[in-house]
């Protein structure tokens, strides 16, 4: 009886872990099959972090750009955005928009510890009405999108996703 018992909780350990496992790597570096978000980039006008007012579409200008919905809280978010942060330079072809519904106050020690706020082709944007997480219908952080030079969409993940995917997406949009 004793053995039946250990044998049967070994199954339910192992198998256990295996489906915690399958259900931990979902949330990560996933794609959707098909994009769901809208498929041309939003033109909001949105405050950056110094309060002036700033077009995504004047931002993104002709070239691909990678659009982020962020929570500097999120620890994902954290992640996502410092790992990101340590391969600026790679994204110089590009423009960046990170936009959060976060008051300035609360996510301006988290930019500035980025360092990379002050790179012109990295944008800060507040979405104080939610106008854009209200259109992309944000329900997870971070929403990463990546559109190509004409504005269309190529990409969209939620949660961390890998660098190299993100530059290989952005230079497939050029």
């Known amino acids: 009886m004793k053995k ?5 909780l070994l199954v339910i350990l192992i198998g256990g872990g295996t489906y915690l496992g399958y259900l931990s790597q979902l ?12 498929s041309v980039l ?3 006008t949105l405050n950056d972090i110094n309060g002036e007012p700033k077009s995504i579409h004047q931002l993104a200008g002709s070239k691909p750009t ?5 929570n500097s809280t999120c620890h994902l978010c954290q992640e996502e955005l410092g790992t990101l942060s340590k391969r600026i330079n790679e994204f110089k072809d590009y423009n ?3 936009t959060t519904v976060e008051p300035v106050g609360e ?10 706020k002050d790179k012109a082709f990295v944008n800060f ?3 104080a009405e939610m106008k854009v997480a209200s259109y992309y ?21 939620v949660g961390i996703t890998e660098i190299d995917l993100l530059l290989e997406k952005l230079a497939s949009g050029k």
């Open 27 to 38: 949330g990560t570096t996933a794609e959707a099959s098909t994009l769901t978000a809208p």
């Open 125 to 127: 944007l507040l979405d």
């Open 96 to 98: 960046l928009i990170f």
């Open 137 to 157: 219908q944000i329900r997870s952080v971070p929403s990463i999108f990546v559109y190509d030079a004409k504005k269309q969409l190529v990409a969209e993940y």
């Open 66 to 70: 990678l659009y982020i919905y962020f």
């Open 107 to 116: 996510m301006i020690g988290f930019v500035t510890g980025l360092g990379i």
């Open 42 to 44: 939003p033109d909001f």
């Open 4 to 8: 039946t018992n250990l044998i049967l």
